[in-house]
C-alpha cells in the first residue's frame, strides 16, 4: 500500500512538473520517459522503446510539445502508464490534430506547431527529426513560413501528394512572384529611386500574401513587367558605366546563368525537379552555389592548366574539383567571408590578386571551404589507419633502437561492461607489441566487470590485474595499479577511453627520436556512446603558461617510469585531477625540452553523461582540485601567484612587488589628434597602475590641433614629448624612445588604442617580471567587439597570422584558447610591455630592415631565440583602432618598401611549424580550421 501511495505521490509530481514544463520551448516527451523508467523500476521502458529511444526514433509527432494542448494530454498519457499491464510506457499519438482547416490557422501556429501541421498538411506526415530541426532553424534566421510552405509543397514529395488546404498554391505562386531576388536588383538598375521601399514591402507582407488585395497584387505585376522590358538596355548601359557596382555583380552571373552547368554541378538540384534559375534565385545564390563556370578566371589562376592545353572545364571535371580549385571568383562571398577587405575598400579582386592568393585565401566558396571543418572527412583521408601503414610501421618497428615495456594504467571502477572491453580491446590491437596493462578494479559493485578482467588475464599474459577489496577512490586505485608495473615507461588509461592501434607505435617513435624526453603527450578527441569521433584537440607543443590555465597534458600522456616513482605517484585527495596533478610534479623535476608532444590524436576520449569529457559541471570536485593542485605547485616552486578556477579552466594572477617598477609607455604619432586624446585620456584616466610615464614621439604633426594639444599635454609631469621629424621608422622611433625611458619596464602602444580593463598594465607588468617572460601582449578589439589580436602565430595566412581574429571578444574560441593566459611565438607590438633589460639585450626592433611592417615578428622571434618566452594575456583588453593615421601600402614607395619587407621576413622565418600551433591545423586561415592535409609525416 506504502508503495502503491508513494507511486501516486511521485506521479502527481511528474505531472505537475510537465505542466509545468509545456511552455519550455526545449522540451520533449523522451525526458518525463526517462524520469519515469529511473522512477519506477519495475516500470521500466520495454527494450523495443528504449532502443529507439537510445538511437532518437521516436517520431517528432511522439515527441512534440504542444503548448497549447490542453490538460487532459497529460492525463491521458498518465493514465495510460497506469493502465499498462506489462511496463511499456506507450507514447500518446493523438495531441494535437495534424492537419490545418486553413492556411490562415497553419499561418498563425507557433513555430514547432506550424512546422509539425505543415508536414502533415503538405506531405501527410509527421517530420522526422531532422527536418523539425532545419526549419526551426530556418524560421530562426527570418525565413517567413511561406517560404518554409513552399519549399515543402515544390519538393519531390510534396509534388507527388494532394495537399488538403485550398489556395496553397496560389499563395505560394503570388509569394514567388514577390520574392524572387531578382526584382529588387532589376528596380535598381532600371533606375526607380524607391527600391529600398519595395524591399521593405516585400518583407512586411512576406508571411501575409495570402491575404493581399487584387489590386496590390496587379501593382507587383505590373512592376515586374515594367523592369523585365527594360532589362536588357539597363543592364548593358549599367555594366559599361558602374563596373564595381554590387548590384551588376549579381546580374552578371545572371546574364552568364547556365543551366546546364548548374544541375550537372548540383545533382541534388536536378533530382528536385525545379528549374534551375528558379533554385538558383530562390536558393542558390544564398547559399553560395556558382551559377556558371568561368573558364577565362580558370585558365589565368591556374597557368598548368592553361600550359597543358586541355579544356578548362573538363579540367575541373576531372581534376581541379578534386585538387580545390575555383571556377570563378566571387566578389560578394570574398567580401563576406573577410570583412578586413571588405573594411579597407580595396576592390576585392585586385586584393585577392595582389594579397589574398599568396595569404591562401579562398576566391569563392566551395565544398573545401565548406567542409574544412569535417572532422569525419579528415579522419578518413588523413587518421585512418591502412594494411600499407600497418605494414610500414611493423618495419619501423624493427629499426627501433629502443624497444622499451610501456606500462599502461588503467584504474577500474563500476564502467559499462562494454566500454570496458573496449578500452581492454584497443590495448590488445596496438601495432607496437611491447606493453603491459596493469589495472586495478576498485571493488567494483556490478558482478559483472571481475570476470571480464579474469578472462583476459587468462587470455593475454601481458594483462594483470589486482582487486581491491575495498573501494579507495582513483588515486589509490592507480597507485595500486602503478605497483604492478615493469616498465620504463607509463601510460595512463580511463577504463572507457580507447587508444587508436597505432598509439603506442608513434610513443615509441618519439622515444627513439627525443632521447632526453621525460614526459610525453599527444593530441586528442571525444568519442561519443555510438562509438563517433569528433571535437579533436589538436594542441600546440609544450606551453607551460597554457598548461596553468587548462590541462593540455592529459591525454594521452606518457613519463618516465622513475619520474613517477621519484614524485611518489598519485596523490591521495587529488581525485578527479590526480593527472593534472602529477603531471606538475613532474614538471618540477626536470626541463621544458624534456617535455615533448606528438602532434597525433593518439587518445578517444570517452563522452557520456558522467565524463568530465562532456562537461566540467559533471565533476565539479575535479576542478576544484584541479586549482589546489596548480596552487600547491606554485608553493613547491617558490612562485608568488594564485590559480583560481573559472568555469572554463583556471585564471592565473601573478603578485606585483610593494614598490611598482616605473613603466616607460612609448606613443609614436603624427596628426590624429582625435585618436591620440582617446588613447591618452583613457590612459590617465582607467589605468589602476600607478607608476607610469608616457613619452610621444611626435613623428612630424604638422595639424595645428595635434600640435596645440601636444603642447598642453607637455605640462603634465608623468608625459613627455619628443620630436623626431625624420621619415616614418616605426622600429627607429621605439628605439630611441627606449633609450630616453626612465622605466625598468617598457610599454609599445600604439596611438590608436585605447583602454577598456582599467587593471591591463598592472596584469601585463605582472608577467613582464616573471623569470624567462620576454614580450607579454594584450587582447586587443576592434571597435565592434571582435577580436584583433589574441596572439600571433608564423607561417599562417603568409609570413605570420592573428589567431581568433574577427571572433567575438566574448567569445572562448578554440578549446578556450581566446581567453585563457599562454605563450606565443609572437605578441603584437601595438601594444606589448617587455623589461627594459630584456629589450635591449636583443638590440630593439629591427630599424634597417623592417621599418614599418614585421617588425614586432621579427623581435619576438628573436626573443624566443635568445631563451625568452612571449605571453599572451586576455585579462588586459584594449581597443585597437588599427593603424587608422598611416594608412594602407597606397603608393609605389610604400609597395616597394613593404615587398622588401616581406621577403627580409620570409628568409627570417624558422623553417619549423610555430611551436603554439598545431601543423594539423590550416595555415591559410586564422580560426584553427583543419589542415588538409596535416603537416605531418601520413603513412599511407
Given at each position: 500500500?506504502?508503495?502503491?501511495?508513494?507511486?501516486?505521490?511521485?506521479?502527481?509530481?511528474?505531472?505537475?512538473?510537465?505542466?509545468?514544463?509545456?511552455?519550455?520551448y526545449?522540451?520533449?516527451?523522451?525526458?518525463p520517459?526517462?524520469?519515469?523508467?529511473?522512477?519506477?523500476?519495475?516500470?521500466?521502458?520495454?527494450?523495443?522503446?528504449?532502443?529507439?529511444?537510445?538511437?532518437?526514433?521516436?517520431?517528432?509527432?511522439?515527441?512534440?510539445?504542444?503548448?497549447?494542448?490542453?490538460?487532459?494530454d497529460?492525463s491521458?498519457?498518465?493514465?495510460?502508464?497506469?493502465?499498462?499491464?506489462?511496463?511499456?510506457?506507450?507514447?500518446?499519438?493523438?495531441?494535437?490534430?495534424p492537419?490545418?482547416?486553413?492556411?490562415?490557422?497553419l499561418?498563425s501556429?507557433?513555430?514547432?506547431?506550424?512546422?509539425?501541421?505543415?508536414?502533415?498538411?503538405?506531405?501527410?506526415?509527421?517530420?522526422?527529426?531532422?527536418?523539425?530541426?532545419?526549419?526551426?532553424a530556418?524560421?530562426?534566421?527570418?525565413?517567413?513560413?511561406?517560404e518554409?510552405?513552399?519549399?515543402?509543397?515544390?519538393s519531390?514529395?510534396?509534388?507527388?501528394?494532394?495537399?488538403?488546404?485550398?489556395?496553397?498554391?496560389?499563395?505560394?505562386?503570388?509569394?514567388?512572384?514577390?520574392?524572387?531576388?531578382?526584382?529588387?536588383?532589376?528596380?535598381?538598375?532600371?533606375?526607380?529611386?524607391?527600391?529600398?521601399?519595395?524591399?521593405?514591402?516585400?518583407?512586411?507582407?512576406?508571411?501575409?500574401?495570402?491575404?493581399?488585395?487584387?489590386?496590390l497584387?496587379?501593382?507587383?505585376?505590373?512592376?515586374?513587367?515594367?523592369?523585365?522590358?527594360?532589362?536588357a538596355?539597363?543592364?548593358?548601359?549599367?555594366?559599361?558605366?558602374?563596373?564595381?557596382?554590387?548590384?551588376?555583380?549579381?546580374?552578371?552571373?545572371?546574364?552568364?546563368?547556365?543551366?546546364?552547368?548548374?544541375?550537372?554541378?548540383?545533382?541534388?538540384?536536378?533530382?528536385?525537379?525545379?528549374d534551375?534559375?528558379?533554385?538558383y534565385?530562390?536558393?542558390?545564390?544564398?547559399?553560395?552555389?556558382?551559377?556558371?563556370?568561368?573558364?577565362?578566371?580558370?585558365?589565368?589562376?591556374?597557368?598548368?592548366?592553361?600550359?597543358?592545353g586541355?579544356?578548362?572545364?573538363?579540367?575541373?571535371?576531372?581534376?581541379?574539383?578534386?585538387?580545390g580549385?575555383?571556377?570563378?571568383?566571387?566578389?560578394?562571398?570574398?567580401?563576406?567571408?573577410?570583412?578586413?577587405?571588405?573594411?579597407?575598400?580595396?576592390?576585392?579582386?585586385?586584393?585577392?590578386l595582389?594579397?589574398?592568393?599568396?595569404?591562401?585565401?579562398?576566391?569563392?566558396?566551395?565544398?573545401?571551404?565548406?567542409d574544412?571543418?569535417?572532422?569525419?572527412?579528415?579522419?578518413?583521408?588523413?587518421d585512418?589507419?591502412?594494411?600499407?601503414?600497418?605494414?610500414?610501421?611493423?618495419?619501423?618497428?624493427?629499426?627501433?633502437?629502443?624497444?622499451?615495456?610501456?606500462?599502461?594504467?588503467?584504474?577500474?571502477?563500476?564502467?559499462?561492461?562494454?566500454w570496458l572491453?573496449?578500452?581492454?580491446?584497443?590495448?590488445?590491437?596496438?601495432?607496437y607489441?611491447?606493453?603491459?596493462?596493469?589495472?586495478?578494479?576498485?571493488?567494483s559493485?556490478?558482478?559483472?566487470?571481475?570476470?571480464?578482467?579474469?578472462?583476459?588475464?587468462?587470455?593475454?599474459?601481458?594483462?594483470?590485474?589486482?582487486?581491491?577489496?575495498?573501494?579507495?577512490?582513483?588515486?589509490?586505485?592507480?597507485?595500486d595499479?602503478?605497483?604492478?608495473?615493469?616498465?620504463?615507461?607509463?601510460?595512463?588509461?580511463?577504463?572507457?577511453?580507447?587508444?587508436?592501434?597505432?598509439?603506442?607505435?608513434?610513443?615509441?617513435?618519439?622515444?627513439?627520436?627525443?632521447?632526453?624526453?621525460?614526459?610525453?603527450?599527444?593530441?586528442?578527441?571525444?568519442?561519443?556512446?555510438?562509438?563517433?569521433?569528433?571535437?579533436?584537440?589538436?594542441?600546440?607543443?609544450?606551453n607551460?603558461?597554457?598548461?596553468?590555465?587548462?590541462?593540455m597534458?592529459?591525454?594521452?600522456?606518457?613519463?618516465?617510469?622513475?619520474?613517477?616513482?621519484?614524485?611518489?605517484?598519485?596523490?591521495v585527495?587529488?581525485?578527479?585531477?590526480?593527472?593534472?596533478?602529477?603531471?606538475?610534479?613532474?614538471?618540477?623535476?626536470?626541463?621544458?625540452?624534456?617535455?615533448?608532444?606528438?602532434?597525433?590524436?593518439?587518445?578517444?576520449?570517452?563522452?557520456?553523461?558522467?565524463?568530465?569529457a562532456?562537461?566540467?559541471?559533471?565533476?565539479?570536485?575535479?576542478?576544484?582540485a584541479g586549482?589546489?593542485?596548480?596552487?600547491?605547485?606554485?608553493?613547491?616552486?617558490?612562485?608568488?601567484?594564485?590559480?583560481?578556477?573559472?568555469?572554463?579552466?583556471?585564471?592565473?594572477?601573478y603578485?606585483?612587488?610593494?614598490?611598482?617598477?616605473?613603466?616607460?609607455l612609448?606613443?609614436?604619432?603624427?596628426?590624429?589628434?582625435?585618436?591620440?586624446k582617446?588613447?591618452?585620456?583613457?590612459?590617465?584616466t582607467?589605468?589602476?597602475?600607478?607608476?607610469f610615464?608616457?613619452?610621444?614621439?611626435?613623428?612630424?604633426?604638422?595639424?595645428?590641433?595635434?600640435?596645440?594639444?601636444?603642447?598642453?599635454?607637455?605640462?603634465?609631469?608623468?608625459?613627455?614629448?619628443?620630436?623626431?621629424?625624420?621619415?616614418?621608422n616605426?622600429?627607429?622611433?621605439?628605439?630611441?624612445?627606449?633609450?630616453?625611458a626612465?622605466?625598468?619596464?617598457?610599454?609599445l602602444?600604439?596611438?590608436?588604442?585605447?583602454?577598456?580593463?582599467p587593471?591591463?598594465?598592472?596584469?601585463?607588468?605582472s608577467?613582464?617580471?616573471?623569470?624567462g617572460?620576454?614580450?607579454?601582449?594584450?587582447?586587443?578589439?576592434?571597435?565592434?567587439?571582435?577580436?584583433q589580436?589574441?596572439?600571433v602565430?608564423?607561417?599562417?595566412?603568409?609570413?605570420?597570422?592573428?589567431?581568433?581574429?574577427?571572433?567575438?571578444?566574448?567569445?572562448?574560441?578554440?578549446?578556450?584558447?581566446?581567453?585563457?593566459?599562454?605563450?606565443f611565438?609572437?605578441?603584437?607590438?601595438?601594444?606589448?610591455?617587455?623589461r627594459?633589460?630584456?629589450?635591449?639585450?636583443?638590440?630593439?626592433?629591427?630599424?634597417?630592415?623592417?621599418?614599418?611592417a614585421?617588425?614586432?615578428?621579427?623581435?619576438c622571434?628573436?626573443?624566443?631565440?635568445?631563451?625568452?618566452?612571449?605571453?599572451?594575456t586576455?585579462?588586459?583588453e584594449?581597443?585597437?583602432?588599427?593603424?587608422?593615421?598611416?594608412?594602407?601600402?597606397?603608393?609605389?614607395?610604400?609597395?616597394?618598401?613593404?615587398?622588401?619587407?616581406?621577403?627580409?621576413?620570409?628568409q627570417?622565418?624558422?623553417?619549423?611549424?610555430?611551436?603554439?600551433?598545431?601543423p594539423?591545423?590550416?595555415?591559410?586561415?586564422?580560426?584553427?580550421?583543419?589542415?588538409?592535409?596535416p603537416?605531418?609525416?601520413?603513412?599511407?
Amino acid at each position: 500500500m506504502e508503495k502503491e501511495k508513494g507511486y501516486s505521490q511521485t506521479i502527481a509530481e511528474l505531472q505537475h512538473a510537465m505542466s509545468t514544463m509545456r511552455g519550455t520551448y526545449s522540451w520533449r516527451w523522451t525526458a518525463p520517459l526517462r524520469a519515469l523508467a529511473a522512477v519506477f523500476g519495475q516500470k521500466s521502458l520495454s527494450a523495443p522503446l528504449a532502443a529507439r529511444l537510445e538511437k532518437n526514433e521516436i517520431s517528432t509527432s511522439e515527441q512534440a510539445n504542444d503548448r497549447h494542448a490542453q490538460p487532459e494530454d497529460s492525463s491521458a498519457l498518465f493514465a495510460s502508464l497506469s493502465n499498462s499491464n506489462d511496463g511499456e510506457i506507450v507514447v500518446p499519438q493523438n495531441l494535437t490534430n495534424p492537419t490545418a482547416p486553413s492556411l490562415d490557422e497553419l499561418l498563425s501556429y507557433y513555430d514547432e506547431k506550424f512546422i509539425h501541421s505543415a508536414y502533415h498538411t503538405v506531405l501527410g506526415r509527421a517530420p522526422d527529426p531532422e527536418g523539425m530541426r532545419y526549419y526551426l532553424a530556418r524560421i530562426r534566421a527570418g525565413i517567413s513560413k511561406v517560404e518554409i510552405l513552399a519549399q515543402l509543397r515544390t519538393s519531390i514529395e510534396g509534388k507527388s501528394r494532394n495537399h488538403n488546404v485550398n489556395g496553397l498554391d496560389n499563395v505560394i505562386r503570388r509569394y514567388k512572384l514577390m520574392k524572387i531576388p531578382l526584382i529588387g536588383t532589376l528596380y535598381k538598375i532600371a533606375g526607380f529611386e524607391n527600391a529600398n521601399s519595395l524591399e521593405r514591402l516585400i518583407r512586411s507582407v512576406e508571411n501575409k500574401i495570402h491575404v493581399m488585395d487584387s489590386k496590390l497584387i496587379s501593382e507587383f505585376a505590373e512592376i515586374k513587367t515594367l523592369i523585365i522590358n527594360q532589362y536588357a538596355k539597363s543592364i548593358e548601359q549599367n555594366i559599361n558605366t558602374v563596373d564595381q557596382s554590387e548590384v551588376i555583380e549579381i546580374n552578371k552571373s545572371l546574364l552568364k546563368f547556365d543551366p546546364q552547368w548548374y544541375l550537372e554541378e548540383y545533382p541534388d538540384v536536378a533530382i528536385s525537379g525545379m528549374d534551375p534559375l528558379e533554385h538558383y534565385m530562390q536558393f542558390g545564390q544564398y547559399e553560395w552555389r556558382h551559377p556558371f563556370f568561368d573558364g577565362e578566371w580558370y585558365l589565368s589562376q591556374y597557368l598548368d592548366v592553361a600550359d597543358s592545353g586541355m579544356d578548362a572545364l573538363q579540367h575541373y571535371r576531372e581534376h581541379g574539383k578534386f585538387e580545390g580549385r575555383h571556377c570563378r571568383f566571387d566578389k560578394n562571398w570574398y567580401l563576406a567571408r573577410y570583412p578586413d577587405v571588405a573594411s579597407s575598400g580595396i576592390d576585392p579582386l585586385t586584393h585577392y590578386l595582389e594579397h589574398g592568393k599568396s595569404e591562401g585565401r579562398f576566391p569563392a566558396f566551395s565544398d573545401l571551404n565548406k567542409d574544412q571543418n569535417n572532422y569525419e572527412k579528415w579522419v578518413v583521408d588523413f587518421d585512418t589507419i591502412s594494411d600499407k601503414s600497418i605494414s610500414i610501421m611493423q618495419s619501423r618497428i624493427l629499426d627501433f633502437k629502443k624497444n622499451p615495456i610501456i606500462s599502461i594504467v588503467m584504474p577500474v571502477y563500476n564502467p559499462n561492461p562494454i566500454w570496458l572491453v573496449e578500452a581492454i580491446e584497443s590495448v590488445r590491437n596496438q601495432i607496437y607489441s611491447n606493453w603491459e596493462f596493469c589495472i586495478t578494479d576498485d571493488a567494483s559493485p556490478d558482478p559483472a566487470i571481475r570476470p571480464i578482467l579474469e578472462r583476459y588475464t587468462e587470455i593475454d599474459p601481458r594483462i594483470k590485474v589486482h582487486f581491491r577489496t575495498k573501494n579507495g577512490h582513483i588515486s589509490t586505485a592507480s597507485n595500486d595499479a602503478l605497483a604492478l608495473t615493469k616498465g620504463s615507461w607509463i601510460a595512463l588509461l580511463d577504463h572507457d577511453d580507447l587508444l587508436p592501434a597505432h598509439a603506442l607505435f608513434w610513443v615509441v617513435d618519439a622515444i627513439n627520436n627525443n632521447p632526453d624526453a621525460c614526459m610525453i603527450y599527444s593530441d586528442e578527441d571525444k568519442i561519443n556512446e555510438k562509438g563517433a569521433r569528433f571535437s579533436p584537440y589538436f594542441k600546440c607543443d609544450w606551453n607551460q603558461d597554457l598548461f596553468y590555465s587548462h590541462n593540455m597534458f592529459s591525454h594521452l600522456g606518457v613519463y618516465k617510469a622513475e619520474l613517477v616513482h621519484k614524485v611518489g605517484g598519485f596523490r591521495v585527495g587529488m581525485e578527479g585531477s590526480q593527472d593534472y596533478d602529477l603531471a606538475l610534479r613532474c614538471m618540477e623535476l626536470i626541463e621544458p625540452e624534456q617535455i615533448h608532444h606528438i602532434p597525433r590524436v593518439l587518445y578517444h576520449w570517452r563522452v557520456h553523461a558522467e565524463s568530465t569529457a562532456s562537461s566540467s559541471d559533471a565533476k565539479p570536485y575535479a576542478m576544484i582540485a584541479g586549482e589546489r593542485a596548480i596552487n600547491e605547485h606554485f608553493i613547491r616552486s617558490g612562485i608568488n601567484a594564485k590559480a583560481e578556477l573559472i568555469s572554463f579552466g583556471y585564471r592565473v594572477r601573478y603578485s606585483l612587488p610593494d614598490n611598482l617598477p616605473l613603466v616607460s609607455l612609448i606613443i609614436p604619432t603624427r596628426n590624429g589628434f582625435e585618436l591620440l586624446k582617446q588613447c591618452i585620456d583613457s590612459i590617465l584616466t582607467k589605468t589602476t597602475y600607478s607608476n607610469f610615464e608616457i613619452i610621444i614621439v611626435d613623428n612630424g604633426s604638422d595639424d595645428s590641433v595635434t600640435l596645440q594639444y601636444l603642447n598642453a599635454l607637455a605640462a603634465n609631469e608623468r608625459i613627455r614629448i619628443v620630436r623626431d621629424d625624420g621619415p616614418f621608422n616605426y622600429s627607429a622611433l621605439n628605439n630611441k624612445a627606449v633609450k630616453l625611458a626612465c622605466g625598468e619596464i617598457i610599454g609599445l602602444i600604439n596611438n590608436d588604442i585605447e583602454v577598456i580593463s582599467p587593471d591591463w598594465l598592472s596584469e601585463m607588468v605582472s608577467h613582464a617580471l616573471r623569470p624567462g617572460v620576454g614580450a607579454v601582449g594584450a587582447k586587443l578589439l576592434y571597435p565592434n567587439g571582435a577580436i584583433q589580436h589574441a596572439g600571433v602565430v608564423y607561417g599562417v595566412a603568409g609570413i605570420a597570422a592573428h589567431v581568433h581574429r574577427n571572433l567575438d571578444g566574448k567569445a572562448h574560441g578554440y578549446f578556450s584558447r581566446a581567453n585563457l593566459i599562454q605563450s606565443f611565438s609572437i605578441v603584437t607590438a601595438a601594444c606589448l610591455v617587455i623589461r627594459k633589460e630584456v629589450y635591449e639585450a636583443v638590440d630593439g626592433l629591427n630599424e634597417i630592415d623592417l621599418k614599418v611592417a614585421f617588425n614586432d615578428v621579427d623581435f619576438c622571434l628573436r626573443l624566443n631565440k635568445a631563451g625568452y618566452r612571449n605571453i599572451w594575456t586576455p585579462y588586459a583588453e584594449l581597443y585597437h583602432h588599427e593603424s587608422a593615421t598611416r594608412g594602407g601600402e597606397d603608393s609605389p614607395e610604400k609597395a616597394a618598401r613593404f615587398a622588401r619587407e616581406i621577403a627580409y621576413m620570409e628568409q627570417a622565418l624558422p623553417c619549423t611549424c610555430d611551436p603554439a600551433y598545431s601543423p594539423n591545423l590550416t595555415k591559410f586561415e586564422e580560426d584553427f580550421s583543419l589542415a588538409w592535409p596535416p603537416r605531418i609525416e601520413i603513412l599511407n
